[in-house]
């Protein structure tokens, strides 16, 4: 089945960081993830404590025992959101370190080059390489504001979508990687992606649910990049091998 298969290629990633020659590459992704989440998910808490103090303070004492209900669901609701959001403001800061991770999974399992650029062309190459992640905010923003307005006005229907959308768009953000790597049209790669959704949305879904996960979380974007890799090489290489 497609959406197990999508799956076990993000778990695939686990193996892939640790292999020799890979793990270098793996270092400077996990630091960055580590610094702006570990940062980042302080001030969340205090900004949760905050919203559920406040509402607290508008309720009558015979509702007191309301708090112990808000706090699990504004906790969940919040790093639900936060998880996806989180993650591509991080993969754009990312986004060369990314790519040259996946350019070395791909020679690791192929055994061929992507392409013979030195560390100077790697760094011309940067401005294109966030230019693409600017390309996925586009694509991001206006569908995240309509899931959004849904999650919130339309309870069950809407986090059922949210989670579709954010599987979609973990799928997107990490199998990107191998395609740019190829100069492959942001366009075209989606278009790869929809004609297997269930591979997609299986890989999206895994990477969602391990983002979620404490600890885990804060190496998920290596392990993404590893698996999309592999995912990448064995469904979609064969079109543009030279």
């Known amino acids: 089945m497609q959406l197990g298969k999508g799956f076990e290629y993000f778990l695939s990633g686990f193996s892939l960081i640790s292999q020799k020659g890979l793990k270098r590459f793996v270092l400077i992704p996990l630091l960055i993830n580590f610094v702006l989440f ?10 949760i404590e905050q919203g559920v103090n406040y509402v607290n303070s508008y309720l009558p004492d015979f509702l007191s025992w309301l708090e112990f209900i808000i706090w699990p669901i504004a906790l969940l609701l ?9 993650t591509v403001i991080t993969n ?26 030195g ?11 966030l230019g693409r992640e600017l390309s996925k905010l586009v694509y991001y923003l206006p569908k995240a504001l309509l899931f959004l307005i849904l999650l919130l006005f339309i309870p069950v229907f809407g986090q059922v979508m949210w989670f579709l959308f954010s599987a979609w768009m973990f799928a ?4 990107d990687y191998p395609f740019d790597n190829h100069k492959i049209p942001f366009g075209e790669a989606r278009q790869h992606l929809k004609h297997k959704q269930g591979l997609s949305y299986g890989f ?19 392990v993404a990049v590893c698996g999309a890799t592999r995912l990448f090489v064995e469904n979609y290489r064969i079109n543009y091998r030279a």
């Open 78 to 86: 919040v790093l639900f959101i936060y998880s996806m959001v989180f």
């Open 172 to 175: 997107v953000q990490y199998i």
């Open 38 to 47: 570990g940062s980042s998910l302080f001030f969340i808490i205090g900004w």
């Open 204 to 222: 999206g879904t895994a990477v969602l649910i391990f983002s979620m996960i404490p600890i885990v979380n804060l190496i998920v974007m290596p």
């Open 119 to 129: 560390l100077a062309d790697l760094l011309k190459d940067v401005p294109r390489m």
């Open 92 to 117: 754009f800061i990312a986004a060369p370190f990314n790519g040259l991770l996946s350019e070395k999974v791909e020679l690791y399992l192929t055994g061929q080059r992507v392409n013979d650029d």
